[in-house]
């Protein structure tokens, strides 16, 4: 166990939807990733919160937004959905901004199948 | 940009042969590598990582990696399979941040008796 909480762990949603899926990092950790495991694109990097503030921005999507709340928790909001934003969503934290050295907790991540 | 490019998308191997899993980079600038292993329904964790220390790096269960300059290499090696070994592997790489990490597509592999 990574000590990384996501839910839910499965949503399932139809074209047009928008939802939300939650990450709680471990405890102590202020930065959270979030990644975007799918068939084609493989596994890529969205988006980084450090402390409440974005600190880095990957391929995300205008129809994507994420935010990062006092209580360390962050919330990544996928709208407009489409057949092709089905993906196993992941999410991670460390404890520090994002220093190379440092190691990523990654939760087990939320399957994101829309019809 | 830097990349990693991983040969093999599956790899079988008995249980107690060598397993090795190939990894090549591509990067202007001496490269940070890292490889993460992935169970079934669970999120990555890290194996290993190359931070320009030693060239051989030994990570959790058994594994260990080499980083050849001359060869552009980051393999993963372990001496003898076990049956929990079953999963998918990614090598990943940055130059910059640990947001950066570029992933490899990943090779699954698969231990038989």
């Known amino acids: 166990d990574s000590g990384v909480t996501q839910t839910p762990k499965h949503l399932i949603t139809a074209t047009g939807q928008r939802v939300t899926l939650r990450c709680s990092p471990r405890?102590?950790?202020?930065?959270v990733y979030w990644y975007q495991q799918s068939l084609d694109q493989g596994l890529q990097f969205l988006i980084q919160y450090y402390n409440g503030e974005e600190r880095a921005k990957g391929n995300i999507l205008e129809r994507f937004s994420a935010q990062q709340f006092p209580d360390l928790h962050s919330e990544l909001n996928l709208s407009s959905l489409e057949l092709g934003d089905s993906a196993l969503y992941f999410c991670?934290?460390?404890?520090?901004?994002?220093?190379?050295?440092?190691?990523?907790?990654f939760g087990s991540g939320t399957q994101l199948s829309v019809l | 940009a830097q990349s990693v490019t991983q040969l093999g998308s599956h790899v079988s191997v008995s249980e107690g042969a060598l397993v090795l899993l190939r990894c090549n980079y591509s990067s202007s600038v001496p490269p940070y590598l890292f490889w993460y292993v992935q169970y079934p329904n669970q999120g990555l964790q890290l194996l290993l990582k190359y931070t320009s220390a030693a060239t051989l790096v030994k990570g959790i269960n058994g594994f260990e990696a080499e980083f050849k300059k001359s060869e552009t290499s980051f393999h993963l090696t372990k001496p003898s399979a076990h049956m929990s070994d079953a999963a998918e592997y990614f090598c990943a790489t940055t130059t910059g941040t640990a947001s950066k990490l570029t992933f490899g597509t990943g090779t699954r592999l698969q231990v038989t008796l």
């Open positions: 991670a934290s460390s404890p520090h901004p994002g220093e190379v050295r440092e190691k990523l907790f």
């Open positions: 405890s102590g950790d202020l930065s």
